[in-house]
């Protein structure tokens, strides 16, 4: 009946704060957490795994196929991949938003209970983050994390390994082309809107004795040739084991954001698909041929 | 001779990430930095302070303002400030840049060092960060830092105590005011675009006994009412305590960004200025009279 719907404007920096902390829980490693200058953590063993990533509206996101929700889980998991990818588990988050001003209350807060409810996946809380205004909707995340064990970086592959995978690749790249086709549901769609990596598989991975591991954030091609370059090896891949009946292999190749991990290792936790072997020399092959390029920034 | 400059759209995300990686130092604390999925960091005692901040083009700076080199140095002072006024010592800052394809790789290189040469004033380094393309420049910078004793909050502050104050108020906006009328040098516009925090009195006022503390970022009306609000009590301020010969008494109430520290405590150390006193009540007044309003995001 005419009432428009609150916007981020209508509460203010301050009441947004207010609104979006109410909904947050929060965790014993929690010493202070959102409402002050920063938050105070603890993290008993010394160590802190941190990883920050930036989503922007039009870019990683658009809201007309995603909701606030769905950006929310989405900028969550690539973060929290991310410490996974080292071998460790996140336990805090810390979250910015650029937004303008008639941005919905509605989609803010879905944002907020979206970031929670990922976090939540792997026991993380929100502790703290900074609201501003902008013209285009950027939301940054900082996610803070424990290590059991020793980092598992990209350096440290070897010939001889197997190349192992856990979680599925191309699901989010067949996703946004059914979605710029109109398609607005359906499995691919979801993985597009939320991805869904194997956060668990990290220090799984880092307790097997994974010698270099990332998550697949831009494509396994590209994610795997890093791997290659900082380890000073070569990294083969085999097309049959990466065949997915669902998804074609370009898109398995080439196709970011659904944040699989990606290991190298010489006895393979049963959980992982085995998808090559790394070998002397450089770069990576599929089949002996040079793979497709993957996403890249600025280009 | 019609070649232009680099952009960075030129370089790449990765080779973007490599150039300002280059630049870098690192520090004892660093276990593992920058050009992992994550870094790893050392916090002996077990504790992290953490936050942070994002600033945004046309809204905190503008370009025609402030060199990459000034955004580098604000950006960063306004994390540092915060961990600064928990009482803490910042030591590591992660780094999120959303830019244009066309902005000069110049700028960013230029961001950068500032970045850099900031936190290196107490001691930090940066351990990470993401690029990303966005129509609008936005820095996000997570600050890490430790603490020596216990945080101090916003909500300790008790009857019978003092409000002191550290560093300066109404500077960065009398600068502001400056450049909009065209002035383009001068303390004042030097103030706006890199203001400098005294972080070392943090950990001298928590060390001294402050019951609540905060940096003065959107105006010392504004913050003392945060602390105001937390504690339960009414901060009576004395005007004359807050002369400036070189500010007008509305900027250094009202005026931002210039990351002074305010606390509340029993005992001042000498470096600090006693601007009013704590008593029991609510609200902030200035002579016995309500203050000015101070800056609000999204209004």
């Known amino acids: 009946m005419g009432v ?3 916007t981020a404007r209508d509460l203010g ?19 202070l957490g959102p409402g002050d200058d920063a938050a105070v953590l603890s993290f008993p063993d010394g160590r802190v795994v941190a990883t920050k990533d930036l989503l922007v509206e039009g870019v990683h996101f658009r809201r007309d196929w995603s909701s606030g929700y769905d950006v929310g889980r989405k900028a ?6 991310d410490v996974a990818a080292m071998g460790g588990t996140a336990t805090a988050l810390l979250i910015g938003l650029a937004a303008p001003p008639d941005l919905a209350l509605d989609w803010v807060l879905q944002l907020a209970d979206g970031l929670r409810d990922e976090a939540a996946v792997v026991g993380a809380v929100i502790v703290g983050g900074d609201t501003v205004r902008a013209e285009q909707v950027v939301v940054s995340v900082t996610a803070l994390g424990v ?13 001889g390994d197997l190349v192992v995978l856990a979680g599925r690749l191309g699901w989010s790249a067949a996703g946004l082309r059914l979605l710029q086709r109109g398609v607005t549901d359906g499995p ?3 993985a597009h809107r939320r991805p869904a990596p194997p956060y668990g598989m990290g220090p799984v991975l880092a307790a097997a004795g994974a010698s270099a591991m990332c998550d697949v954030s831009d494509g396994l091609a590209t994610d795997l040739d890093r791997i290659a370059r900082a380890s000073g090896v070569r990294i083969e891949l085999d097309s049959a084991a990466l065949h997915d009946d669902a998804v074609d292999l370009h898109d398995v190749l080439t196709g970011g954001e659904d944040h699989a991990l990606v290991a ?3 006895t393979p936790p049963a959980a992982c698909r085995v998808i090559g072997r790394v070998v002397t020399g450089e770069g990576v092959v599929v089949d002996g041929a040079a ?4 996403w890249q920034h600025f280009s």
């Not at 969550?76 to 991949?81: E, H, I, T, Y």
């Not at 290590?147 to 010939?159: C, H, I, N, S, Y």
């Open 4 to 6: 428009s719907e609150p």
């Open 13 to 31: 920096e301050l009441g947004l704060i207010a609104a979006v902390t109410s909904r947050l829980p929060t965790a014993d490693s929690v010493v």
């Open 76 to 81: 969550a998991a690539a973060n929290l991949a």
């Open 147 to 159: 290590l059991p064990g020793e980092p598992v970086t990209r350096a440290g592959a070897r010939p």
């Open 188 to 190: 691919f769609v979801e």
């Open 264 to 266: 190298t290792i010489t």
């Open 291 to 294: 793979p497709p390029d993957g």
